[in-house]
């Protein structure tokens, strides 16, 4: 997989249950996310979230996250 878009990644630290570092990366094959040892494609990293932490705070942390992902990974219209 290669890395694609400018910014090719966001991380972003002390996010979650274990305060760790969270990366979501823009790759040629979709979005990925590599939270503390999980590395995994954007929608299951959200169903991992939502059946450890259901809807409380840490989910709407990793949720956050993953929507400002999105909002850096947008083109932009030119």
Do not use: W
């Amino acid at each position: 997989m290669k890395m694609v878009g400018n910014p090719p990644f966001i991380r972003i630290n002390n996010i979650g249950s274990r305060s760790n570092g969270c990366a979501i990366f823009n790759l040629d094959k979709g979005i990925f996310v590599q939270c503390g040892c999980v590395f995994c494609s954007l929608e299951d990293f959200k169903k991992k979230v939502k059946k450890t932490h259901g809807d409380n705070k840490y989910a709407r942390q990793y949720f956050a996250a993953i929507d400002l992902a999105k909002i850096t990974f947008e083109k932009e219209n030119k």
